[in-house]
């Protein structure tokens, strides 16, 4: 069975830091890229960022560039988004998902979700 798990979320303070957690089962993480997307109340789901399978290349959405950090380790069957300098406006449910390659459409499993809020 396909499962994407997403962790680490909780509530933080803005200008604080967070680091999420995308552990895979079920199949060979080391051959997909993975996605992070994240929807906030009332807002369209927004693309963040991707990693292609080896790592070797890394995309992240204008909003986030220079404050969030995809990786992985491919040996834990684990993604990270490691966020930082956040503020109330990345308040939303981040999800990650699986393709074949760092592309826009075409995820085929996705995980439940964390909730991350940031407020003082």
């Known amino acids: 069975q396909v499962q994407l798990v997403e962790s680490g979320g909780g509530l933080v303070q803005p200008g604080g830091s967070l680091r999420l957690s995308c552990a895979a089962s079920?199949?060979?993480?080391?051959?997909?890229?993975i996605t992070w997307f994240r929807q906030a109340p009332g807002k369209e789901r927004e693309w963040v960022s991707c990693?292609?399978?080896?790592?070797?290349?890394?995309n992240y959405a204008n909003s986030v560039k220079g404050r969030f950090t995809i990786s992985r380790d491919n040996a834990k069957s684990t993604v990270y988004l490691q966020m930082s300098s956040l503020t109330p406006e990345d308040t939303a449910v981040y999800y990650c998902?699986?393709?074949?390659?760092?592309?826009?459409?075409?995820?085929?499993?996705w995980g439940q979700g964390t909730q991350v809020t940031v407020s003082s």
């Open positions: 079920g199949f060979t993480l080391d051959y997909y890229a």
């Open positions: 998902a699986r393709h074949p390659f760092c592309l826009r459409e075409g995820h085929d499993y």
């Open positions: 990693i292609t399978a080896s790592g070797g290349h890394t």
